[in-house]
């Protein structure tokens, strides 16, 4: 209670923070705070997931109506879309930048970026980060990175347009598609700052996490979410550097002659001098982070769902040891699963085998995961706010986009798979949908945290159902492209007899699409709405355990007013029997709910639990106790 | 007092909406209905085109939707003004509908499975092509039942286990027990599956050479955006290539100072004898492309600077897939699996597989790579005329070859 009460004086203690002056641009722009610099992340995450879903949209339309004209498309695309109809150039670019934009803009920075700052310091009881300036600086060469590669739509050449992964010597030579030009040029400085900024992001919360938890705030006490962004930053700092070894060389390829993966290459006639280098060289270097970045996308949402179908199933998360060791065993396993992107390249056979085992083997924490989701909501009192809803559908989409991982992770299947629209279809759930419903999740959960107000939890209904069922519709069927040997990334179907009984499918994924996209349409309203008209957020809207529904309401920086609170237990104890509410926040001592106290909680206190038991002697258990 | 005048306020305002929206409608439909009597065809083909008629009918979509709105939030203050408990019970919608998800998904995965189903490449035609859709089936089956099982659980939990005040949750933080067997368990089967695709592995790519049935040698170059396909002549191996010596007339850089790229030739087709082990040796003259034959399961990255290699035995012909398959056009294809530009989505060939007499027949037909002109630029002799006799040729041919060897050797 005394936590409680002491909140209601925060308005007092706001005046005594009045000592550093805050402008308009210390508050607003290059803010060290790191619930700023969260928005910051959030709000730009948002806009470059608009951009990136606009581009989908372009490209589904060409894959739909292969030979209609769309004067439309000319109007806003000039010559990549002359008589309007896109170019095939163009359309790589467009699935390039699509690409990048969603994993490394959005689901790296806009999701691990925004959750990690705002809950990091305030799920562990820290007045800020470790360090705030490195923080904004982070945010700063985000946004930098994110202006340079949008730039590139405005040069002469057009975009990178390699595919996301870049892969040489396609992007190294300008001759062989006019993206890799000025346009890969940018996208490779935009990604030295993009992995800039996710390191100085990633030193920033593991030390914060290690050094800056409040009393009490053991790692075993920690929030789910707490420990995702952890790991997730171990990943990032241990694998962002290599992508960037191999962006520089790349570099060093592409303007100073050298041949690091570049060999016996003719253009036509044209033979380059570049002798002894490998393609396959940066794969390994790229893969050695791409597959990391996979998890580094999906940990983040995997925590925050723990969080939150726990607090709206009103139970503890089952097996939260369990959950800590599966992110634990994913963490470690993804350093050494890359290989099973190059089942194919030409890589050493006896490679293929060897990756195919480790792949197969991180089924395991990942179906682990799932099933202690299952057993949470298994007897749950389950609230379906909008944020429990996109957690449950980011289960869903896990199981879905996981289940054909099976079929990809063995190299044998992976033969006819590669590189098809199977392939497409199970990262757009297991990565694309279900990140992204952690993030919404995210958004509707904390929004209140982050802005002070409510969003429509109306239109937040709206927006998950026609999400969820659009998500569905468009990734399903393309499975089974993938299954008739539709290779992905082709610019019309039109050239291949047997491809032409997928038209129809096409057109239908693509209104899919489309629905998909204006559904966005109620959030982007809720979001930006709410942030100024929403409903005041009461203390603790969601009747949660975790530190941060402890601060006050409104933001001051320093998070809490007088002493950040001691925390005492687990923040899972939803529905305890013997305590006469259905949560018991982090901050509650033991001594003040000895009703419900359990042996298990005082982790082997002999002192406590002598206390606990005479106490229990004293007060003889009545029945009917829950 | 003032509660209820606004919720008047908002009834009168929303039923306003309403009927000015319907009038509206019925007064659209109405002309449309007078239109369409006085010129019954109105071209809508222009309309349809412009962009703002899909805005104004997304507007008029979000102007429903906030009726919509509206209206419940109206019904609800009524309710709360009433005094009756919340008009809506959300909850329990969401756990309806999720139930409602749970079915009309698992049907719509059944008629996927069914009709898209149906419309997949046919059964492999290749040996090892077999073990892989074996293996593709078990795969299919044990992550069929996983899906569905997982999915009646996570949409059966949210319907069973809605939100009720009357009820609390039941508190059960871990079960060690359930926890090892639901680990174990996956990783059992995961261990069926990695040692049956780590066995199928093995039997694609680690092949023990047969000295007295060695297999079909067929070089395949890729380049922005075409084939070349390379067979080898009388000896059975195709011969050195050297980049640096492309020129124009000599496109893949064979090099003919090594005797065995004299016989070589060159296709404009792939075409296999069934039954027969067919080595594909891979190489890109630019960029990275994928050599994709689907109804093989072959595929294989062609990378510069590096050959790969690929074994695989055809079984059945062309002429049998066209009966299997109940198309009397089916071709099998190879094209490009790996993005390489403006040109990756048209860059095929078509593969024949034939009896091996139809193979001997179609091969004495193929044209030397070594042309004349590139006789000249590699100094070798300009060789006779070869006898224009279909089946000949090839024996001519070599003959021809080890008259140049002759010549060489000297």
């Known amino acids: 209670m005394s936590t409680i009460a002491l909140h209601d004086e925060h308005n007092h203690d706001h005046a005594d923070h009045g000592h550093h002056k805050e402008t308009l641009i210390s508050k607003y722009i290059f803010s060290m ?21 606009g581009l989908s949209i372009l490209f589904r339309i060409q894959l739909a109506w292969p030979d209609k004209s769309f004067p439309f498309l000319e109007t806003f695309l000039g010559k990549w879309a002359e008589g309007g109809r896109i170019k095939s150039d163009f359309y790589l670019a467009l699935v390039t930048i699509h690409g990048t934009i969603m994993v490394f803009f959005v689901l790296t920075a806009g999701l691990s970026g925004t959750f990690s700052n705002l809950l990091i310091p305030l799920q562990i009881g820290a007045r800020d980060m470790a360090s705030p300036f490195l923080n904004m600086l982070s945010y700063w060469f985000f946004f930098t990175a994110c202006v340079i590669m949008m730039a590139s739509f405005f040069i002469q050449t057009g975009p990178a347009s390699g595919g996301w992964t870049v892969y040489p010597p396609l992007s190294a030579l300008p001759t062989a598609i006019p993206g890799s030009g000025m346009g890969m040029t940018m996208w490779l ?10 390191l100085m992001g990633g030193i920033n919360y593991v030390s914060t996490i290690l050094n800056m938890r409040t009393k009490g705030m053991d790692l075993w006490k920690m929030p789910l979410t707490i420990w995702a962004f952890f790991l997730t930053a171990i990943l990032g700092i241990l694998s962002f550097p290599v992508l960037v070894a191999g962006v520089v060389l790349l570099v060093f390829d592409r303007s100073f002659g050298t041949s690091f993966y570049l060999s016996d290459i003719v253009m036509g006639t044209n033979i380059l001098p570049n002798e002894g280098g490998s393609p396959i060289l940066w794969q390994h270097l790229f893969w050695f982070l791409g597959h990391p970045e996979v998890y580094i996308v999906i940990m983040p949402a995997l925590g925050i769902s723990s969080e939150v179908i726990s607090v709206n199933s009103r139970k503890p998360i089952f097996g939260y040891h369990a959950m800590v060791y599966s992110l634990i065993g994913i963490t470690v396993l993804s350093f050494i699963v890359w290989g099973h992107h190059m089942f194919v390249t030409g890589m050493n056979p006896l490679l293929g085998g060897v990756f195919m085992i480790t792949t197969l083997i991180i089924a395991v924490p990942s179906a682990v995961k799932t099933f202690n989701y299952l057993a ?14 996109f957690a449950i559908g980011l289960v869903s989409f896990f199981i879905s986009g996981g289940l054909t991982g099976l079929f990809l992770g063995n190299a044998s299947l992976d033969i006819n798979l590669h590189d098809t629209y199977f392939v497409v279809a199970h990262f757009h759930l297991v990565m694309g949908s279900a990140a992204i419903f952690g993030m919404l999740a995210g958004v509707y959960h904390w929004f209140p945290r982050m802005f002070g107000r409510m969003m429509n939890a109306k239109l937040g209904y709206l927006h998950f159902w026609l999400t969820f069922i659009a998500a569905y519709l468009v990734f399903f069927p393309l499975h089974f492209l993938g299954l008739d040997g539709v290779p992905r990334r082709y610019y019309a179907f039109t050239e291949f007899e047997f491809m032409k009984k997928w038209l129809t499918v096409n057109v239908f994924v693509t209104w899919a699409a489309i629905m998909a996209a204006l559904a966005q349409v109620a959030f982007l309203w809720n979001f930006f709405y709410s942030i100024f008209k929403g409903k005041v957020a009461p203390q603790n809207p969601w009747e949660s355990n975790t530190l941060e529904w402890t601060a006050p309401v409104e933001h001051l920086h320093g998070n809490w007013p007088g002493e950040i609170p001691t925390v005492y237990r687990w923040p899972y104890d939803y529905s305890k029997p013997g305590h006469d509410e259905d949560f018991i926040p982090q901050t509650v001592p033991f001594s003040q709910t000895m009703r419900s106290n359990l042996p298990h909680d005082f982790e082997g206190n002999t002192e406590a639990e002598k206390i606990q038991q005479d106490w229990e002697l004293a007060n003889p258990v009545t029945e009917n106790k829950g | 007092m003032s509660l209820r005048k606004f919720i008047t306020n908002k009834t009168t305002a929303a039923l306003a909406v309403l009927l000015t929206v319907f009038a509206n409608t019925s007064v659209f439909a109405q002309d449309a209905a007078a239109g369409a009597a006085a010129a019954p065809k109105v071209d809508m083909g222009e309309v349809y085109k412009s962009v703002i008629f899909y805005v104004l009918v997304f507007l008029a979509i979000c102007l429903f939707i906030a009726i919509v709105g509206k209206a419940i939030r109206v019904y609800e203050l009524s309710r709360e003004a009433q005094g009756k408990p919340v008009g809506i019970n959300w909850n329990r919608v969401h756990a309806s509908l999720f139930a409602l998800f749970l079915v009309l998904g698992l049907y719509g995965v059944y008629w996927e499975y069914t009709v898209h189903g149906a419309m997949l490449l046919p059964d492999a035609a290749s040996v090892h092509g077999e073990r892989i859709d074996k293996m593709f089936n078990l795969t299919l089956i044990i992550t069929t039942i ?5 999915h009646i659980l996570l949409f059966g939990f949210s319907y069973v286990y809605k939100y009720s005040a009357k009820r609390k949750a039941y508190y059960y933080p871990h079960n060690n027990t359930i926890e090892k067997i639901w680990t174990i368990v996956p990783a059992l089967v995961l261990t069926v599956l990695v040692l049956m695709g780590f066995l199928t592995w093995r039997s694609i790519f680690y092949k023990v050479e047969d000295p007295n049935n060695k297999p ?13 396909i390379r067979y080898p002549g009388a000896d059975g191996v195709v011969g050195k290539k050297n980049y640096k010596l492309t020129t124009a007339s000599n496109t893949l850089g064979i090099d003919f100072k090594d005797l065995k790229s004299r016989d070589d030739l060159m296709a404009d087709e792939m075409v296999i004898p069934v039954g027969k082990s067919v080595k594909l040796l891979l190489m890109s003259k630019d960029v990275i492309h994928s050599f994709y034959l689907p109804h093989f399961r072959v595929q294989l990255n062609t990378v510069p600077g590096m050959q790969t290699i690929f074994e695989f035995t055809p079984t059945i012909t062309t002429a049998e897939m066209q009966q299997k398959t109940n198309d009397p056009n089916f071709k099998y294809l190879f094209y490009c ?3 390489c530009g403006s040109g990756h ?11 091996q007499k139809e193979y001997d027949e179609w091969i004495a037909e193929q044209k030397p790579y070594l042309n004349d002109d590139l006789r000249k630029q590699f100094n070798l002799p300009v060789a006779p005329k070869p006898v224009e006799a279909g089946s000949d040729s090839i024996a001519t041919d070599s003959a021809a070859v080890k008259t140049n060897q002759m010549a060489l050797n000297k």
Do not use: C
């Open chain 1, 189 to 198: 400085i935009s990604m030295v700052l993009f992995v800039a900024s996710s």
């Open chain 2, 216 to 228: 079909l040698q067929i070089e395949v170059t890729s380049e922005q955006f075409k084939w070349s």
């Open chain 2, 345 to 355: 989505y048209n860059m095929q060939k078509v593969v024949r597989v034939v009896s």
């Open chain 2, 337 to 339: 699996a790996k993005i």
């Open chain 1, 376 to 389: 949470t909501l298994w007897r749950g009192n389950i609230r379906f706010t909008p944020a429990m809803l």
């Open chain 2, 146 to 150: 996983v899906f569905v099982v997982t």
């Open chain 1, 33 to 53: 705070d790191h619930k700023m610099i969260a928005k910051q992340f959030l709000v730009t995450g948002i806009i470059m997931a608009v951009i990136a879903m």
